[in-house]
């Protein structure tokens, strides 16, 4: 299935379950304490604190998001990349725990189709009741792992909404590691989707792995996140996720500038390079798109150093002709081509390409 099916498929069960579709928000964060978008529910932060009232208590987006706290593990993992699309659902003190587990355990299972056999859920420690629904819906007490603050209590990294999670995994097959669980292999155990029970408030410190509870939100919120990259790795049979239709062409231009194939995942300096390369145009494309300029400070330092890394990963691999306008325009021509109502071809539109 490609990309802009899956989304598309995404959008339609949510939206035919009373959620509205809202666009994405800018990647330049209009909240002073984040400097890129980094998840779904950055945009709906006023709402879960109570600030704002939502037009509609349901929700769902495709939202952009760029994290680069994984950077030196792209292309080193099968799993990271520094641009991604996020699909969320959200109720804004609407629906909770056992609803939103239903949904995600249909979308998963009937809309992709998923084996249920080979996805596994993690929850917060002490979540007898996350465990319970699952328990419902089916999924056996031994693939239900419980894990701590650092993996299973969501917050955007600074104070503000945060909640217990649960996170629903797709095991690879022993191709991809040792068996056991999402909570001893990643790699094998790959996180598909983070269910959160946007409940609490963080503040400043703590001793919970630096995380401090400080209080309740007004009401009870769902904030998701659905990984379009990751999701695609698995409905798409590749192994890694920079081998997705979503960067394939990409890499077709990166493959000819360089005059070599791609020697696939094969954990060399020269695969590394490849897929750093194709994963940082993106990145490198969607935030000048967004009005982010290359500079010493902030966002555009972020945009800077990708920049810098994507040619140095280029010069290693022999490229020594300009290669950021080539791989840059291919990111743009890719999205003119397949992303039509999605709402994510802003980058498209700007540069005038789309059809
Ligand atoms: N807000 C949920 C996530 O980013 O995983």
């Known amino acids: 299935m490609r990309a802009p099916e899956i989304r598309q498929k995404f959008l339609d069960y949510f939206i035919s379950r009373g959620h509205s579709q ?24 006023p709402v879960f604190l109570g600030e704002v009232t939502p037009a509609s208590p349901r929700a769902t987006t495709v939202q952009k998001c760029v994290r680069t706290v994984d950077i030196e593990n792209v292309g080193r993992t099968t799993r990271h990349v520094t641009f991604f699309e996020m699909l969320g659902n959200f109720s804004f003190g609407d629906y909770f725990k056992p609803e939103v587990i239903s949904y995600a355990w249909e979308v998963l299972t009937e809309v992709y189709q998923l084996p249920p056999d080979r996805l596994w859920v993690t929850v917060y420690l002490d979540d007898d009741e996350a465990v319970e629904v699952w328990r419902r819906i089916g999924v056996p007490a031994d693939r239900i792992q419980r894990l701590g603050w650092a993996d299973n209590y969501w917050s955007m990294g600074v104070p503000g909404p945060c909640g ?10 022993p191709a991809y590691g040792e068996p056991g669980g ?10 598909l989707w983070n269910l959160v029970f946007m409940q609490n408030i963080r503040g400043e410190g703590g001793d919970k792995d630096g995380f401090a509870v400080v209080g309740e939100l007004p009401r009870r919120n769902i904030d998701t996140g659905l990984g379009l990259d990751r999701l695609a790795i698995i409905l798409q ?3 890694s996720i920079t081998q997705t239709d979503l960067l394939a062409p990409t890499f077709e231009v990166v493959e000819d500038l360089v005059g070599r194939r791609f020697p696939g995942h094969d954990g060399t300096e020269a695969s590394v390079s490849y897929q750093v390369v194709v994963d940082h145009a993106r990145t490198i494309a969607f935030l000048i798109a967004d009005g982010v300029l290359p500079s010493n400070e902030g966002s555009g330092y972020v945009l800077r150093r990708l920049m810098r890394r994507a040619i140095r990963h280029a010069q290693s691999l022999g490229v020594t002709d300009l290669v950021l306008p080539t791989i840059t325009t291919s990111v743009v021509d890719n999205l003119a081509r397949g992303v039509a ?8 539109d700007r540069a005038g390409q789309r059809p």
């Open 22 to 45: 809202l666009p994405s928000s800018p990647l330049v964060s209009d909240d002073p304490t984040l400097l890129l978008t980094n998840a779904g529910m950055n945009q709906f932060k």
């Open 164 to 173: 217990p999670s649960s996170e629903i995994c797709y095991d690879r097959g």
């Open 182 to 191: 999402p909570a001893v292999n990643d790699e094998r155990y790959l996180e």
């Open 237 to 239: 049979d590749v192994e």
């Open 341 to 348: 109502g999605t709402g994510i071809g802003e980058v498209a």
